[in-house]
């Protein structure tokens, strides 16, 4: 059964951290390109970041510099370090899988699977 489960979410002050995780089950990592979409509230899924096989990563603008990627292929999870949180990088975050990618996409319509995602919260 293919499995993409997102964990990590929760409620965090402004300045603060999190680190998110997709845990993938059904597929092998090193054959999934992965991505971190974030869906503020009223709004439709923004990429985030994303991790090739090959070991590429590519961030938003608005996560750079603050947010780090990396893949751990041995357990099959992609962790997301999210650091000096703002209230707008609050919401919804979810981890997309495309089989067999080769490149860090940007494009949500490329990817195969989704997790349910996991919720951010950024409040005083």
């Known amino acids: 059964q293919v499995q993409f489960v997102e964990s990590g979410g929760g409620l965090v002050q402004p300045g603060g951290s999190l680190k998110l995780s997709c845990t993938t089950s059904?597929?092998?990592?090193?054959?999934?390109?992965i991505g971190w979409f974030h869906q503020a509230p009223g709004k439709g899924r923004e990429w985030v970041s994303c991790?090739?096989?090959?070991?590429?990563?590519s961030y938003g603008n608005a996560v750079q510099g603050r947010f780090t990627i990396s893949r751990d292929n041995d357990n099959n999870t992609i962790y997301l370090q999210m650091n000096n949180l703002k209230p707008e990088d609050a919401g919804v975050y979810y981890c997309?899988?495309?089989?067999?990618?080769?490149?860090?996409?940007?494009?949500?319509?490329?990817?195969?699977?989704w997790g349910k995602g996991t919720r951010v919260t950024v409040a005083s």
């Open positions: 997309g899988a495309e089989v067999d990618g080769k490149l860090c996409r940007e494009i949500e319509a490329r990817y195969d699977y």
């Open positions: 059904g597929f092998s990592l090193d054959s999934l390109a």
């Open positions: 991790t090739a096989p090959n070991g590429d990563k």
